[in-house]
């Protein structure tokens, strides 16, 4: 029984960056010899075990055989004459197949050091094409690696290319396409997992919405980048300069959906697009089951970014109509959330990356302003029932246009 330290934390050991999690895998061990000496089993699909004080994982050395189409499609083999060379060949990168052992001497049965070395994104074998998922992983690592400059090998890409082909891509269910997305999101370069996704041909699959941006004009005064999907991945890319958080960058990621239905006759211009980016979002996120958070953040951004753009211009009531479409008085962190992809929007073109986009601060300041309007001291006025809620409202809107009046005047 020999126990190998493998995969991330060998690897991120050898670049020279944090580890976050060790995991561990057993040569030449039994599940019944594990819990008798105090391991825990968690794994469903195959013996993973809890260290009885560390609680870090340890896996027994499988191997494994595709079975069926998809993620679930696979038997497994974790007996005792598995051997360690075995189990990391079954692992899906080079980088990824790395173990060490109990001396710290670092076993390299398929060049993943040489691979490390050069910032190469490489499968292990021709097992890579089984395992559709595998395809959102390399996205993944390539949002996580990217700033290291790693890039997708041409053999991983074309391979990526063929499962895409083969429709491996639509055996993948939703939770786990949702799971590696929203991992992708909170990665320093989100928008290489969407481009990655797009080159080998699963975003068109998975996300249809957001691959047909690709090519849409818009209008060249606005939109100096002109192409919607370079504008889109543009916006992503400032969402992660002003916010690590994913929701944020889902938001950003998907505000402008609607301009990929837009009428042909109508382009460069896009009216209407935010009521049907709206329906877009609500549609995907149903179809991974994107947790609320995610998906009402990015619905009102879809719906509303182009009110907050426009807040130096519109009436009074406009904006005081916004704040209260977007629940902003009972959600102000999900407002602040909403106003940094507004401004990730505006800054997601050239020449706009450090644009003072004071609309964001202005809705701000209105919205803090009138939300100290004090109910209770209206209701000590006098007024009753729906009067109260119509003396907020017009108590909230005479400060919007004092301040409007200020700004205007300033």
């Not at 039994?30 to 000496?37: L, W």
């Not at 690592?141 to 700033?147: E, H, I, N």
Request: proline share 5%; with cysteine; net charge negative.
């Amino acid at each position: 029984m020999k126990t190998y330290l493998v995969g991330g934390a060998v690897r991120d050991r050898l670049l020279n960056i944090p580890v976050k999690d060790n995991d561990w895998v057993v040569v030449g061990a039994t599940p019944d010899e594990m819990t008798k000496n105090g391991f825990s089993a968690v794994g469903k699909d195959f013996p993973v075990f809890l260290h009885p004080k560390t609680h870090e994982e340890y896996a027994l050395a499988r191997t494994e055989r595709k079975t069926a189409a998809g993620y679930h499609g696979f038997e497994f083999h974790a007996e005792k004459d598995v051997t360690l060379e075995e189990d990391v060949k079954r692992r899906d990168l080079t980088i990824n197949a790395l173990a060490e052992d109990e001396h710290g001497k670092v076993i390299d049965y398929v060049n993943g050091q040489e691979d490390l070395r050069n910032r190469i994104l490489r499968h292990v074998s021709p097992a890579f094409a089984e395992d559709p998922v595998r395809i959102l992983r390399i996205a993944r690592f390539s949002a996580r690696f990217a700033y290291l400059g790693f890039t997708v090998a041409d053999e991983t890409m074309q391979l990526m290319k063929n499962m895409v082909k083969q429709g491996e891509v639509d055996a993948l269910v939703a939770e786990r396409v949702w799971q590696e997305t929203a991992k992708a999101l909170s990665e320093p370069s989100p928008d290489v997992f969407i481009e990655v996704l797009r080159k080998c041909g699963a975003l068109k699959i998975l996300f249809p919405e957001i691959d047909r941006l690709f090519g849409v004009p818009q209008p060249e005064e606005h939109h100096p980048e002109i192409d919607t999907g370079v504008h889109t991945m543009m916006v992503l890319q400032q969402a992660c300069l002003l916010s690590d958080d994913p929701v944020v960058r889902f938001a950003a990621l998907t505000h402008d959906l609607g301009k990929g239905t837009t009428d042909k006759d109508i382009l460069p211009h896009h009216y209407g697009h935010e009521e049907r980016g709206y329906y877009l979002v609500k549609e995907l996120c149903k179809r991974y089951k994107v947790p609320n958070q995610f998906t009402q953040l990015a619905e009102i951004t879809s719906r509303y970014h182009t009110h907050v753009h426009r807040a130096l211009e519109v009436k009074p009531k406009t904006l005081l109509k916004v704040l209260n479409a977007t629940d902003a008085y009972r959600r102000p962190e999900r407002f602040a959330q909403f106003l940094l992809a507004c401004t990730a929007d505006s800054h997601g073109r050239p020449g706009y990356e450090d644009y003072d986009y004071q609309q964001a601060p202005f809705f701000a300041m209105i919205r803090n302003n009138t939300a100290a309007v004090d109910v209770q001291a209206i209701i000590k006025d006098g007024f009753e029932n729906e009067k109260i809620s119509n003396e907020l409202h017009n108590r909230r809107l005479a400060i919007i246009k004092d301040l409007c009046k200020e700004y205007t005047m300033s």
